[in-house]
């Protein structure tokens, strides 16, 4: 299992030793957020910028902003390795077109109350899907299980029509949570208060793995 770390709640006053302190994660997870598309803001570009020069690890950017189209340049000059764009966004299919144009790996995601047919167009075109395991807006909130559901649907299509997505679940996963993932599909794992609030971030992240 792959693990993406949120560091939705890091100290950004200490950001290098923050990011020091799970530089075993496979993925920096960055939770991009408006205010409109869910009720938090959290950063942007101002404030990821200089992010390539205090890290090397992969950047997976989660924009849950109701425009994306209009901010992919931002999210790709700071070094994305994927962006991803939600579903119910404003033309999210422009946007995919835009970030795979860009040599950026495409993601696309869905709420817990979007059907998983509405992301069919987007199967053929895609680098991941990220399926969200609770209300997106926040971090600390409790896993949906329910929504493994839509995993295995993308799985078993992934699996028949030979397509090339990472399958990606977000919101709820700890050491408890994590044991009904394994052998579902999932790729990645996102993870957010569980490795931050560890004391022990490493061990946090190993037990994910
Ligand atoms: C929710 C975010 C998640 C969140 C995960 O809107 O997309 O990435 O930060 O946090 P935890 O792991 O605390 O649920
Ligand atoms: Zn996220």
Same mark, same amino acid.
């Given at each position: 299992?792959?693990?993406?770390?949120?560091?939705?709640? %890091?100290?950004? #006053? #200490?950001?290098?030793?923050?990011?020091?302190?799970?530089k075993?994660?496979?993925?920096?997870?960055? !939770?991009?957020?408006?205010?409109h598309?869910?009720?938090?803001?959290s950063?942007?570009?101002?404030?990821?910028?200089?992010?390539r020069?205090?890290?090397?690890l992969?950047?997976?950017?989660?924009?849950?902003?109701? #425009?994306?189209? !209009?901010?992919?340049?931002?999210?790709a000059?700071? $070094?994305s !390795?994927y962006?991803?764009?939600? =579903?119910? %966004?404003? @033309?999210?299919?422009? %946007?995919?077109?835009?970030?795979?144009? @860009?040599?950026?790996?495409?993601?696309?995601?869905?709420?817990?109350k979007? @059907?998983?047919e509405?992301?069919?167009p987007?199967?053929s075109? =895609?680098?991941?899907?990220?399926?969200?395991?609770?209300?997106?807006g926040? $971090?600390?909130?409790?896993?949906?299980?329910? *929504?493994?559901?839509?995993?295995?649907?993308?799985?078993?299509?992934?699996e028949?029509?030979?397509?090339?997505?990472?399958?990606?679940?977000?919101? $709820?996963?700890?050491?408890?949570?994590?044991? *009904?993932?394994h052998?579902?599909?999932? !790729?990645?794992?996102?993870? $957010?208060?569980?490795?931050?609030? %560890?004391?022990?971030?490493? *061990?946090?992240?190993e037990?994910?793995?």
């Open positions: 299992m792959k693990v993406a770390t949120s560091i939705l709640t %890091a100290d950004f #006053n #200490n950001l290098k030793a923050e990011i020091d302190s799970i075993t994660t496979d993925f920096i997870h960055l !939770d991009v957020m408006d205010g598309f869910v009720p938090n803001i950063f942007g570009y101002a404030v990821l910028k200089n992010l020069k205090i890290t090397n992969k950047l997976d950017t989660h924009l849950m902003i109701d #425009n994306p189209l !209009d901010y992919i340049d931002d999210f000059k700071i $070094g !390795d962006i991803t764009v939600h =579903v119910e %966004a404003n @033309k999210p299919l422009e %946007a995919v077109k835009h970030i795979i144009s @860009k040599g950026i790996k495409a993601g696309i995601s869905l709420k817990p979007t @059907k998983p509405v992301l069919l987007y199967l075109l =895609v680098d991941l899907i990220l399926v969200m395991t609770v209300e997106p926040f $971090g600390g909130q409790k896993f949906m299980k329910e *929504q493994m559901e839509k995993v295995k649907y993308f799985a078993e299509l992934r028949k029509h030979n397509y090339n997505y990472l399958i990606e679940i977000d919101g $709820g996963i700890n050491e408890k949570t994590i044991s *009904q993932v052998n579902t599909g999932v !790729d990645i794992v996102v993870a $957010g208060s569980y490795i931050l609030n %560890a004391k022990d971030r490493f *061990q946090a992240i037990s994910l793995k």
